[in-house]
């Protein structure tokens, strides 16, 4: 088959066959009378294997090298382009990235852009202090997504405040964004989503921390609760209440239950929550039991704390005495 058939056929131009002739690649068996080449049906077999190889991104320098070694396994080639790919990938990714933000940001003009880029550099800096002052300039409206996303990598605690303090300003969809950081495998994520969230106002922002409450970790639960109870949200008191008897962060409970506390439609779901974990508590449990019934409004905890005056627990009995002023 002449050349020009093979080209037709296969595909490959006639300048790439000849290429292909003159690296030694494909090399036609024959010549016709008049000098042209002419291809076998096993040459024809090699040009399709050379461009299925060329097709998974091997330079025909490599080509050869594989075809030319009988013994030539392919396993060794092949994890290479698959890190080279993956490489690839990985920068086109963030370059996806960059654009998406610098679109958001709807820049009006090329200065524009560059501060948005010189921002995305900054956020990205592998250095805390330079991640932080981008995270606080005021210079260029940033997307609330680009913020988003860097709270939820960032592991430097004075650098994820700045850029939750950012994030809060920016508005947009800035709970939305974190959200899928609640879902994460990793814990940390999720837990500098949680954080994040605790300082974002709205309905959505509650939805997601009423959500928090059944994390695993409680960390993550302790923050939601929290965050909830300092805003009014009843569904966070058997947490909190959970939290004074554990006594991870049960000062802070306390206070949150208390708050709850002056809305006299939570006020009756606090005190049974506290007043029920009293029977079954050892002494210091019942301690901190009496220490957040002090942070309740008087008139709704004054009976409670007459009766522990007179608790068998001399230590409980002495703290309820010295709330009440006696």
Known sequence: MLIGEVARRSGVSTRMLRHYDTLGLVRPTGRTVGGYREYSDEDIRRIFHVESLRSLGLSLRQIGRALADPGFTPSTLVADLIRRTEDRIRREQELLERLRAVDASAPSDWPDVLRIVELLHGLNSPYAA????????????????????????????????????????????????????????????????????????????TEALTGALKDPDGIVRRHAALALGRSGVAAAVPALVGMVVSGDGDVEAAEALGALALDPGHAEQVMTALTGELAAADSAVRLRLTQALAEMPPPLAHAVLRQLTDDEDRAVALLATAVLGE
């Open 130 to 205: 330079r991640r932080q002052q981008a995270a606080l300039t005021e210079a260029v409206p940033v997307p609330a997504e680009l913020l988003a996303e860097a709270v939820l990598a960032e592991p430097d605690a004075n650098v994820a405040g700045a850029l939750r303090w950012a994030l809060a300003r920016a508005g947009g969809d800035g709970v939305a964004s974190l959200v899928p950081g609640l879902r994460a495998d990793d814990v940390e994520v999720r837990r500098r989503a949680v954080l994040a969230i605790a300082e974002m106002p709205g309905d959505e922002a």
